[in-house]
């Protein structure tokens, strides 16, 4: 009794690894349709076809469009979480966790497609995911004007910078450079040109210790 209870146990911890592992695919390939076709486009039928399994196979793991949607989206957030909502008191460290963050989006194309597609389509009212970007952008926004005004208050941001407004601008071109280095095959430097415009906001190095004495505009214009 006690080993058939314990391979029953067994067997059923196996079928939990399978269930997770083609859980994962379904998201992976859903991630690279929508990129593709954007969510309007994507077929579940086609999305099934991908991963070798049936459309109810499928079914079993998201019943609907919408649930698949919202999968992929929390996948990437789980990815993005601790440089979009880092709580670093220091505004100088998180503004070079949003750069960090342009760096890594540039190792992952399918990822950023997916993201510009369904930025852009999100603007209806009526699609499942705009009040999921509604709510991202506020977060971005956030993190971004907050780490400014933090910046400011420590004595590192440039006389003159708006915190509010430098904030908004950062984001946009985050956004826009995503655009432009998928247009061009990756062949922008997005981290590069991200990085020049919040330094020349800034009166330490980015890449600054908390504690850093802030530098004349001369030696930072010498070190850029």
Known sequence: MTGAGTMS???QQRGYAKGRAKRREIIDQA????GEVGYRGASLREIAARCGISHPGLLHHFPTKESLLLAVLEHRDDVDIEWLETDSPDGVTTLRHLVEL???NATRRGIVELYAVLSAEATSADHPAHAYFQDRYRRALDTATTAFARAAEQGALR??????????????????MQVQWLLDDGATDMAGVVRRQVQDQLTVPLDATPDAAPA????????G
């Open 9 to 11: 146990v067994e067997t």
């Open 216 to 223: 004349d505009a001369a030696e930072l214009d010498a070190d």
């Open 31 to 34: 991630t690279a349709m929508f």
């Open 159 to 176: 006389d003159g910078v708006d915190p509010d407004s430098a904030g908004r601008q950062l984001i946009a071109l985050m956004d826009g």
């Open 102 to 104: 342009v760096a890594l």
